[in-house]
C-alpha cells in the first residue's frame, strides 16, 4: 500500500489477492488451504469443514462440490439449525403421502435430489439426536427411508458438512453421537480466522470497497491513518462477514473519498458492549479448555477447535 498524497490517507495495496471459487486470499496459508481442498475435493471423502462464524464455511463447501467430479450434479445444502426436527427430518429424507397431515403428496428429499452430487449439511453440531443415527445410517448402507415410508431408497451422495463448535466437545456433552462424529469428520478443514490471515484484512477490505464503489454512491479512494489503525489492531470475532459490514456501514453513512475513523461501526471507535461480552465467553471457553487438558495447548486447541497459532494468540489477548 502506499501514502496518497492528495488526501494524505493509506490507498490500496499494488498487490491483488486471489480468488479460488469466490474466495479471495494474499495470505500463504490460506493458498496452502485452497491446494488441500482442490484435492480432497477429487477424493469421494466425507468433508467436515471447521471456522470460526463468518470464514467462509459455505464458500468451501460450494468449492469442494465445483472442484470435484459431481461438480455437474446437484448440489444441496441445508442448515441444521434452523428447522423442528420433524421438518427437517421430512426435508432430508423426504415423506410420502398421508404420512401427517398436510402430506398431501410424495415429497422428494435433499437426500433424493441430491442423488449423484453433493449434500452439504452445514451447523451439523444442531442435528437433533434422532436425526442423527438416521444420518449414521444414510452413510454407513447408502440408503435411507422417507418419512412415513417403508421402503428404503438407495442413495449415491458425497457429503460435506460444516460446523463452528468442536464435535468433541459436543459428544464429550452428549449431544452429539460419537460412531457419527467419526464418519462425519474423515476429513477436517480448518479455516483460519480472519486475523490469521496475514495481509487480508487490507486485501479484502479493499475488494468491498471497489465493489461498493461500482455501485456510485460513493467513491473510498483512501483511508485516514486513524481508520486503518483502528482496522489493524481490532480482533474480527465476525470475520470476512464483519469486515464486509464495515464496509457497507461506512458506505452507508459517510462521504468523500477517504474512510475516516467516525465513519466505522461502534466498535472501531471504543469497545461497545456486545464485543465484551462475546470476549468474555471467549476468554471462559478457553480457560475451561485448557483446564480439562491440564495446559497442555495442543489438546486444548484441537477441543477449541482452534490451530495452535489462535490459541496462543487468544491466550495473549485474553491475559491467560
Ligand atoms: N475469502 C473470502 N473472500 C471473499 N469473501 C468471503 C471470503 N470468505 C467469506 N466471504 C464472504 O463472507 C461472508 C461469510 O461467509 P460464509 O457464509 O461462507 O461464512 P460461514 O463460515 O459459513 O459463516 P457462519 O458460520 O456464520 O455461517 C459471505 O458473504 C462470503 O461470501
Ligand atoms: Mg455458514
Avoid at 16 to 29: D, I, K, N, Q, Y
Avoid at 209 to 230: K, T, V
Avoid at 239 to 250: D, F, G, H, P, S
Avoid at 276 to 301: C, H, P, W
Wanted: with cysteine; aromatic share 6%.
Amino acid at each position: 500500500m502506499s501514502r496518497n498524497a492528495a488526501t494524505g490517507g493509506i490507498t490500496r495495496p499494488t498487490v491483488s489477492p486471489v480468488e479460488f471459487h469466490g474466495m479471495l486470499t494474499s495470505a500463504p496459508c490460506m493458498l496452502e488451504l485452497f491446494e488441500i481442498i482442490a484435492r480432497v475435493a477429487k477424493t469421494e471423502s466425507t468433508v467436515l469443514v471447521r471456522g470460526e462464524t463468518g470464514t467462509g464455511k459455505e464458500l468451501v463447501a460450494n468449492a469442494v462440490h465445483e472442484c470435484s467430479a459431481r461438480a455437474d450434479k446437484p448440489f444441496r445444502a441445508i442448515n441444521c439449525a434452523t428447522l423442528t426436527p420433524e421438518l427437517l427430518a421430512s426435508e432430508l429424507f423426504g415423506h410420502v403421502r398421508g404420512s401427517f397431515t398436510g402430506a398431501v403428496r410424495d415429497h422428494d428429499g435433499l437426500f433424493a435430489q441430491a442423488d449423484t452430487g453433493t449434500i452439504f449439511l452445514d451447523e451439523i453440531a444442531e442435528l437433533p439426536l434422532v436425526l442423527q443415527s438416521q444420518l449414521l445410517r444414510v452413510l454407513q448402507e447408502r440408503s435411507f427411508v422417507p418419512v412415513g415410508g417403508t421402503k428404503s431408497q438407495r442413495v449415491d451422495v458425497r457429503l460435506v458438512a460444516a460446523t463452528n463448535k468442536a464435535l468433541r466437545t459436543e459428544v464429550a456433552e452428549g449431544r452429539f453421537r460419537e460412531d457419527l462424529m467419526y464418519r462425519v469428520r474423515v476429513i477436517p478443514i480448518f479455516l483460519p480466522p480472519l486475523v490469521d490471515r496475514k495481509g487480508d484484512v487490507e486485501s479484502l477490505l479493499w475488494r468491498f470497497i471497489d465493489n461498493f464503489n461500482a455501485h456510485g454512491l460513493r467513491q473510498i479512494e483512501s483511508i485516514s491513518q486513524e481508520a486503518i489503525a483502528a482496522i489493524r489492531d481490532y480482533s474480527w470475532p465476525g470475520n470476512i462477514r464483519e469486515l464486509q459490514n464495515l464496509v457497507e456501514y461506512a458506505f452507508a453513512l459517510g462521504t468523500g473519498p477517504v474512510l475516516k475513523l467516525k465513519e466505522l461501526p461502534p466498535e472501531f471507535r471504543g469497545v461497545a458492549p456486545t464485543v465484551r461480552r462475546v470476549m468474555g465467553d471467549e476468554r471462559e471457553r478457553i480457560r475451561q479448555a485448557l483446564e480439562q487438558a491440564n495446559g497442555r495447548k495442543a489438546d486444548a486447541a484441537a477441543t477449541l477447535g482452534m490451530s495452535r497459532s489462535t490459541l496462543w494468540r487468544k491466550m495473549k489477548e485474553h491475559s491467560l
